[in-house]
Structure formats: C-alpha cells, structure tokens
C-alpha cells in the first residue's frame, strides 16, 4: 500500500512556473501519475512515471511544458509546469499503483489518490 500526498499549487501569474510535489509513503516504489480535474469536466490523466523513473508517458497536449519526474530517496514525484496559461487552471492530482502500463490511463486502475492542490493561473 502507498499513501499519497500533493502539495505545490497556488495562484500565479500566465508565463510563470510551478513545480508540484507528491509525497508517497508506505511502499513507495510504485507507477505514480497526475491527473486535473476542473469543475463540470472528467479527470484528465496528465503525465505518469514507473517506479524506478525509467519510464514516462504523457498526455499529447502537455507534452514541452509539463516533466514528470521522481527522487526516490526522497520518495517523491514532482510536475513541473512551465508557460503555466489559464485553462490550467484546477486541481491536480497525484495517484499510484502498482503496475507499469503506459497504455492504460484509466482513473479506476489506480488506487491511490492524494487530496488534490489547487492551481489557479490569472491572465
């Protein structure tokens, strides 16, 4: 099992950057993906990273200004956001399993969620 924890959003300005923490404790060695999820609309899968940071994969329309990566000697995954614009405005969120799959983005295979950080971008 791994616990999961977000952290790293706030209000900023259109052009700037943000980086994105999620902290995973308990068995920490797992796939590890972000998702957004904004009022009225379905959760995005954003950018996921195996367990030994090896492997990445990425929603098409973020790929140059979102990385994901991880440290995990400080069992942590980040997401950097760069040219940060408006319509990336929601809650972010982090999520594990178990399983490496970079074909498979569905919400429902994992299992473990964090509690979301808001990102608000101001024209």
């Known amino acids: 099992q791994v616990q999961v924890v977000e952290s790293g959003g706030g209000l900023v300005q259109a052009g700037s950057s943000l980086r994105l923490s999620c902290v995973l404790s308990g068995r920490t060695w797992y796939t590890t993906a972000w998702f957004r999820q904004s009022p009225g609309k379905e959760r995005e899968f954003l950018a996921a990273i195996s367990g030994s940071g090896e492997s990445t994969d990425y929603r098409e329309s973020v790929k140059g200004r979102f990385t994901i990566s991880r440290d995990n000697a400080k069992a942590t995954v980040y997401l950097q956001i760069d040219n940060l614009k408006p319509d990336d405005t929601s809650v972010y969120f982090c999520?594990?399993?178990?399983?490496?799959?970079?074909?498979?983005?569905?919400?429902?295979?994992?299992?473990?969620w964090g509690q979301g950080t808001q990102v608000t971008v101001s024209s």
């Open positions: 999520a594990a399993r178990s399983h490496w799959n970079s074909r498979d983005r569905r919400t429902a295979t994992f299992r473990n």
